[in-house]
Nanobody
Framework: QVLLVESGGGLVQAGGSLRLSCVVSGRTFSNYAMGWFRQAPGKEREFVAA????????YYADSVKGRFTISRDNAKNTVYLQMNSLKPEDTAVYYC???????????????????WGQGTQVTVSS
């Protein structure tokens, strides 16, 4: 049993910053990758960022590259998403997800992820 809980969402003005956190608890194994996805109203869930177990490799959607940074602290079982220079189009519910497949490269689509958090709302006003 694995539980993921996101936090850190909120309302910010365009150009502002937020840091999201996702804590993983329960029965876990080492070598799981983590990803962040988001879903805006009326839109499909889309990939945002992913990180390998070691943190040595990160992957970003083109829409957020250079503005968002994914990181993790395995001692705290936590993954982060630092979001800078936020834009109104970043408004969405943000979800973290865990991938236990031990693939060399984390998935950049939602389907292969094994566990998901409940989501945290990010709203960026103009």
């Amino acid at each position: 049993q694995v539980l993921l809980v996101e936090s850190g969402g909120g309302l910010v003005q365009a150009g502002g910053s937020l840091r999201l956190s996702c804590v993983v608890s329960g029965r876990t194994f080492s070598n799981y990758a983590m990803g962040w996805f988001r879903q805006a109203p009326g839109k499909e869930r889309e990939f945002v960022a992913a990180i390998t177990w070691s943190g040595g490799n990160t992957y970003y959607a083109d829409s957020v590259k250079g503005r968002f940074t994914i990181s993790r602290d395995n001692a705290k079982n936590t993954v982060y998403l630092q979001m800078n220079s936020l834009k109104p189009e970043d408004t969405a519910v943000y979800y973290c997800a865990a991938d236990f497949s031990r693939s060399a490269r984390p998935a950049v689509v939602a389907g292969p992820y094994d566990y998901w958090g409940q989501g945290t709302q990010v709203t960026v006003s103009s």
